[in-house]
Structure formats: C-alpha cells, structure tokens
C-alpha cells in the first residue's frame, strides 16, 4: 500500500473541498459531544449511585447478655454469608468512643455505666440484597431483639427501597437516551460523509474507468472519513472534558456537594470504560468515518 | 484485438443497445464506429470495458473472455484500455500533470519512472506548458489532449475514444485526430466513435456502421456513409 500517495489524495482533496470537510468535522463534533455528554452523564450517575450504595448499612446489635457461644454463633454466621462484603466488629468501648466524640467529654463522665451495646457494622455487595441479609439476624439469639420487634437490627429500609428505584430508573433512562444518541451520531455522520461522496462520484467513476482497484479507490476515502471523524472527536472529547471540569468544580464550590457528585477522571479511566471514555469516543468517531466512507463508496464501486 | 460474437444489449425497459453483433477487429488496426445517435456506438465501447454486461454472445478483448472475467480482474482489463471520452473525464480537482500521473499511480508505477513518463508524453500532446494547469483553466482541445495522454500513458495495446471531437472546434479535432493516429502507428488498436463526417471521409479507415444496434456496413477505406461514397465516385468518374 503507497501510505504517502493516499495520505496525499486524502489531505489534497479535504485542502480543496475544505467547505465540505468542515461540515463533515462540524457534524461529527456536534453528534459526539452530545453523545459524551450523555456518556459522562450515565457516569457520574453511575458512580454517585455505586457510593449511595456502599454506604446503605445494616448495623446489628448485640445483647448485653448474650453469652460468649451466641456471639460467636453470630460472627460464624456473618462470616458464612456471601453477599456481605464488609463486616466491622464494634464492641462496647469502641461504641462509647465514638459516642464521646461526638457529643462530647461531659455527657459520658456522668453516665454510671456504659448503655451502648456492642455492634456489628455489615455492608452488603448490592444494597438489593439488603433485605434479605437483614433478615437473617431477626432471630438470632445474641442479637438485642424486642419481642415480636426486629429493633435489634437497624437499616435503612424505606430509604434504600426509593434509593433503589430510582437509580434503576434513571439507569434504564440513560440507557435509552445513550442508544438513541448514538444511533443518531451513527446515521448523522454517515449522511454527511454520503453526501460529500456523492459530490464526488464523477471522480470515483473516472477512477474506475482509468482502472483503479477499488481498495486504490477506497484508501483516499477512508483516510478522509477517519482524519475527519478522529479531528471531530477529540475536540468533541476535549469539549466535554472541559464542561465536566467546570461543572464539577463549580458544584464542588457550592452548597450542594452534599449530593456527592464528583469528576471523575475520564482521561485515561472511568468506571465503565476500561480506556476511558474520551479516548473512546475520539477512536469511536474516527472509526465511524472511516466506515461511513465505506459503505457510502460501496454504491459507486459496484460491477 | 476484439471479437464479439453474436453480442446483445438491450436496455429496460426496450431500448436496444446492440443487436446481434458480431465483428472482428483485429490488432493494430484504426476502426471508426459510425451511425445516429442510439446506434449503440457507445453501447459496444461499454461493452469492451466491461461496465456493462452484454445479456448473450461472447466479447473477447486481446483473448480474454469477459464474460468470464471475475469482477476484481476488471481494473485489469481497463489498464490495458486507454479511453477519451466526449466529456473528457478528467479529475477536476488534479492539476494536468497528476490526471495522466493517476493513471501512472494506479498500475503502481514507481515515482521515478512516473516523474520521467508524465512529460514525457506531455510534450508529444504538445501541453508541456500547461502541466501545472487545472483542467478548467485549459481549452476543451487542451483537455481532450491530457485525456489522449492519459489514456495512452500506460501505451495500452487498445484504446478506445467515444466521441473525441465531439466537443471540439474542427481544426482542434485534426490535432487530437492526428494524434490517435500516431498512437496507432506505434501499434496500439484505436477504435474511435464518431460523428464526424468529414473527418472519417477524410482518412479513408475501416468503417463500421451501425443502425439501431445492429452492423449495417463493415468497410475497408471506407467513408462515412454509403450515400457519400456513392457521390464522391459519381464525383470521380
């Protein structure tokens, strides 16, 4: 293959067409930001729920007057389920720790004994787990159970319930708003590159009649379609690199960064994309040009 | 060169293109196609580049059959067939110098060789002037000219021209005309379509003509019709 001869035709006819190539590298900017934005969207979302998720916790209380067997029979138990990933044992003193630092020396130097019972703190690999974890201990003897209560275990039922339903709805939506982004980039970007052949096809039929091969043909294309879309991707990518930069350190300077909502670094990783997600998108948008070239030329090569 | 044997064409929805044709041209010879528009002249120049397929007879073009030609063979064939076209086809974006070089660059010529051919034969069309021109800054017999040229760049052991002078002012067209027979001295097979009375009058070549797809005369130093021949013996005597 003559690299130099086709990067040559390639550049020399986006040179000569610039108005063209400019509304193809439009184009795919425009599309493929838009579909990052989506993507980087889903992500912080993504990545704000999996935090919401970690923290849900099942505290588990223990009786003051559980014997030395039952404790153990506990921590076994806790032990052997497999969808707990994290336990934490907090005995008696430790609880009281952190109940003096939190409300102080002089509330603790009066108290005759030690109230609080010992703990254990359970997180759980999927928080749609939690209910069925937390059941587990409603009638283990060590646990501090009220009669006809389940008091002795504590979480967030309710709030994990609504919590749930409605990351996996916005899940599902981004899902949808993701596929319906994409395939409009996907036909966008392949409208315009059919279009700046069809300009052409008088040149790709001298071609023909000279007896190029059509690969010969096809090289200067492809290599247009790719330089275009890798040029309108980066800067897409860059473009909304930069908006989620702003974004995030203007939430970061105000009141609500209790929502936890966070950059992540999507240079080179970011949760879902294993070479991060700009990168991505830059190889994705050259690709579709590429192979929109292709398949727009296919009409014009036939016989 | 090229044989056809029994050849048909007919377009959809009815229109003939070639009918029952059959003719033999043989090497080095110079063919004028004459006969009306929709005769099938440009039908039958198609057929040997095998942009169309002809639906039955047999077309052979220096031995090889095309019907059995498998497409990726076709860019093949067509290197080893120079074309003029009425409308020139040239590549509007390329100067003078790249149009008859793509031809080069297609058959994967190296670069040396390209830059030692392209004006070379430049200056036996006569537009070592021109080299760096675009198509649209030259004359309609300038650009027929880098179309000859590139057509016989690659000295292709055919070439066909539809129509050469069909765009051109009279005197122009001696020029290219002059031109496809020197192509032809040097042995090339030169097939030429034409419309042009006087000049097929003029050079006294084999004749072929047809009428609605079929060969109604096939003539040795011939002119451009019976009719004129007739008068021009009348005219003798």
């Given at each position: 293959?003559?690299?130099?001869?086709?990067?040559?035709?390639?550049?020399?006819?986006?040179?000569?067409?610039?108005?063209?190539?400019?509304?193809?590298?439009?184009?795919?900017?425009?599309?493929?930001?838009?579909?990052?934005?989506?993507?980087?969207?889903?992500?912080?979302?993504?990545?704000?729920?999996?935090?919401?998720?970690?923290?849900?916790?099942?505290?588990?209380?223990?009786?003051?007057?559980?014997?030395?067997?039952?404790?153990?029979?506990?921590?076994?138990?806790?032990?052997?389920?497999?969808?707990?990933?994290?336990?934490?044992?907090?005995?008696?003193?430790?609880?009281?720790?952190?109940?003096?630092?939190?409300?102080?020396?002089?509330?603790?130097?009066?108290?005759?004994?030690?109230?609080?019972?010992?703990?254990?703190?359970?997180?759980?690999?999927?928080?749609?787990?939690?209910?069925?974890?937390?059941?587990?201990?409603?009638?283990?003897?060590?646990?501090?159970?009220?009669?006809?209560?389940?008091?002795?275990?504590?979480?967030?039922?309710?709030?994990?319930?609504?919590?749930?339903?409605?990351?996996?709805?916005?899940?599902?939506?981004?899902?949808?708003?993701?596929?319906?982004?994409?395939?409009?980039?996907?036909?966008?970007?392949?409208?315009?590159?059919?279009?700046?052949?069809?300009?052409?096809?008088?040149?790709?039929?001298?071609?023909?009649?000279?007896?190029?091969?059509?690969?010969?043909?096809?090289?200067?294309?492809?290599?247009?379609?790719?330089?275009?879309?890798?040029?309108?991707?980066?800067?897409?990518?860059?473009?909304?690199?930069?908006?989620?930069?702003?974004?995030?350190?203007?939430?970061?300077?105000?009141?609500?960064?209790?929502?936890?909502?966070?950059?992540?670094?999507?240079?080179?990783?970011?949760?879902?994309?294993?070479?991060?997600?700009?990168?991505?998108?830059?190889?994705?948008?050259?690709?579709?040009?590429?192979?929109?070239?292709?398949?727009?030329?296919?009409?014009?090569?036939?016989? | 060169m090229i044989v056809f044997?029994?050849?048909?064409?007919?377009?959809?929805?009815?229109?003939?293109?070639?009918?029952?044709f059959t003719c033999h041209i043989g090497k080095g010879e110079f063919v004028f196609l004459v006969g009306?528009?929709?005769s099938?002249k440009?039908?039958l120049?198609?057929?040997?580049?095998?942009?169309?397929?002809?639906?039955?007879?047999?077309?052979?073009?220096?031995?090889?059959?095309?019907?059995?030609?498998?497409?990726?063979?076709?860019?093949?064939?067509?290197?080893?067939?120079?074309?003029?076209?009425?409308?020139?086809?040239?590549?509007?974006?390329?100067?003078?110098?790249?149009?008859?070089?793509?031809?080069?660059?297609?058959?994967?010529?190296?670069?040396?060789?390209?830059?030692?051919?392209?004006?070379?034969?430049?200056?036996?069309?006569?537009?070592?002037?021109?080299?760096?021109?675009?198509?649209?800054?030259?004359?309609?017999?300038?650009?027929?000219?880098?179309?000859?040229?590139?057509?016989?760049?690659?000295?292709?052991?055919l070439l066909l021209a539809?129509e050469p002078t069909?765009?051109?002012?009279p005197?122009?067209a001696v020029?290219i005309m002059q031109l496809l027979v020197r192509i032809n001295r040097t042995g090339t097979t030169v097939v030429v379509a034409t419309h042009d009375r006087d000049m097929v009058n003029r050079m006294r070549r084999r004749v072929l003509q047809l009428d609605?797809?079929r060969l109604v005369r096939d003539e040795r130093r011939g002119g451009y019709d019976q009719v004129a021949e007739v008068e021009e013996q009348e005219a003798l005597t």
């Amino acid at each position: 293959m003559r690299l130099g001869f086709f990067l040559g035709e390639a550049f020399g006819s986006m040179r000569r067409n610039w108005v063209m190539a400019m509304a193809a590298v439009i184009t795919v900017f425009i599309s493929t930001a838009i579909l990052g934005a989506v993507l980087v969207t889903r992500d912080n979302l993504n990545q704000g729920a999996t935090s919401l998720k970690n923290r849900v916790m099942i505290e588990v209380f223990i009786r003051d007057e559980a014997t030395d067997e039952e404790k153990a029979a506990l921590e076994q138990r806790i032990q052997s389920i497999p969808e707990i990933k994290k336990s934490t044992y907090i005995s008696k003193e430790e609880a009281l720790e952190r109940f003096r630092k939190r409300f102080g020396e002089r509330i603790v130097q009066n108290l005759p004994i030690n109230p609080l019972p010992a703990s254990w703190e359970i997180q759980v690999n999927d928080a749609n787990q939690v209910d069925a974890v937390a059941a587990k201990f409603f009638d283990d003897p060590a646990v501090d159970n009220d009669p006809g209560t389940h008091n002795g275990v504590k979480y967030a039922r309710e709030t994990v319930r609504k919590m749930l339903g409605t990351i996996n709805l916005i899940g599902i939506g981004m899902w949808i708003a993701t596929a319906i982004f994409a395939l409009a980039a996907v036909l966008l970007i392949s409208t315009t590159v059919r279009l700046s052949i069809f300009a052409r096809r008088r040149e790709v039929e001298i071609m023909r009649l000279v007896g190029a091969t059509n690969w010969f043909i096809r090289w200067p294309f492809v290599l247009e379609g790719f330089i275009t879309g890798l040029i309108g991707a980066i800067v897409a990518a860059g473009f909304v690199w930069l908006c989620n930069w702003a974004l995030s350190n203007w939430l970061k300077s105000s009141d609500i960064d209790f929502l936890n909502v966070r950059v992540f670094s999507m240079w080179w990783q970011s949760g879902s994309w294993p070479a991060g997600l700009l990168p991505t998108l830059a190889v994705l948008g050259a690709v579709l040009g590429a192979l929109g070239s292709m398949v727009a030329l296919r009409r014009y090569l036939k016989t | 060169m090229i044989v056809f044997e029994d050849v048909t064409k007919i377009y959809d929805p009815d229109v003939v293109g070639l009918q029952d044709f059959t003719c033999h041209i043989g090497k080095g010879e110079f063919v004028f196609l004459v006969g009306a528009s929709g005769s099938g002249k440009s039908t039958l120049i198609k057929l040997v580049l095998k942009e169309l397929v002809p639906d039955s007879g047999r077309i052979l073009v220096a031995g090889r059959n095309l019907g059995t030609l498998r497409h990726s063979k076709v860019p093949l064939l067509r290197r080893n067939i120079g074309c003029v076209f009425q409308d020139f086809k040239l590549l509007p974006n390329k100067t003078v110098y790249d149009n008859v070089a793509y031809a080069l660059e297609v058959v994967g010529e190296p670069r040396r060789s390209i830059r030692r051919k392209v004006p070379e034969i430049l200056s036996l069309v006569g537009l070592n002037e021109k080299t760096n021109s675009y198509p649209h800054e030259i004359s309609g017999g300038e650009q027929q000219r880098v179309s000859v040229a590139r057509a016989f760049v690659n000295h292709p052991p055919l070439l066909l021209a539809d129509e050469p002078t069909g765009n051109i002012d009279p005197e122009t067209a001696v020029g290219i005309m002059q031109l496809l027979v020197r192509i032809n001295r040097t042995g090339t097979t030169v097939v030429v379509a034409t419309h042009d009375r006087d000049m097929v009058n003029r050079m006294r070549r084999r004749v072929l003509q047809l009428d609605v797809g079929r060969l109604v005369r096939d003539e040795r130093r011939g002119g451009y019709d019976q009719v004129a021949e007739v008068e021009e013996q009348e005219a003798l005597t």
